[in-house]
Nanobody, 121 residues
Framework: QVQLVESGGGLVQPGGSLRLSCAAS????????MGWYRQVPGKERELVAT??????DYADSAKGRFTISRDNAKNTVSLQMNSLKPEDTAVYYC????????????????WGQGSLVTVSS
């Protein structure tokens, strides 16, 4: 069974920093892209940042403050969040587009369990 497991998150004061991590495990052949999304109640899930072997892309709200990094050998992705603002409060979800070897080669898109990030004084 292939899954994404997140760690990190929590409560931080405005201007503070937090790091989210996500590990993919299971019968994985390759991972095309990994990323982070976030969602607040009543709103759609939105992209924060994605990373492939070639590049990293960020939402305008994340540029200059967040950094996404990926360890291909460990199948992990992290999101370093600096200069956090109250409007960054949300549940953050890890995402991966990958090919599994369970029952042959299959493309799958997976989500992590979600990590609550609260920015408040």
């Amino acid at each position: 069974q292939v899954q994404l497991v997140e760690s990190g998150g929590g409560l931080v004061q405005p201007g503070g920093s937090l790091r989210l991590s996500c590990a993919a495990s299971g019968s994985i052949f390759s991972i095309n892209a990994m990323g982070w999304y976030r969602q607040v109640p009543g709103k759609e899930r939105e992209l924060v940042a994605t990373v492939t072997s070639a590049s990293a892309d960020y939402a305008d709200s994340a540029k200059g403050r967040f950094t996404i990094s990926r360890d291909n050998a460990k199948n992990t992705v992290s999101l370093q969040m600096n200069s956090l603002k109250p409007e960054d409060t949300a549940v953050y979800y890890c995402n991966a587009a990958l090919i599994t070897t369970t029952n042959g080669y299959r493309y799958r898109e997976l989500w992590g369990q979600g990590s609550l990030v609260t920015v408040s004084s």
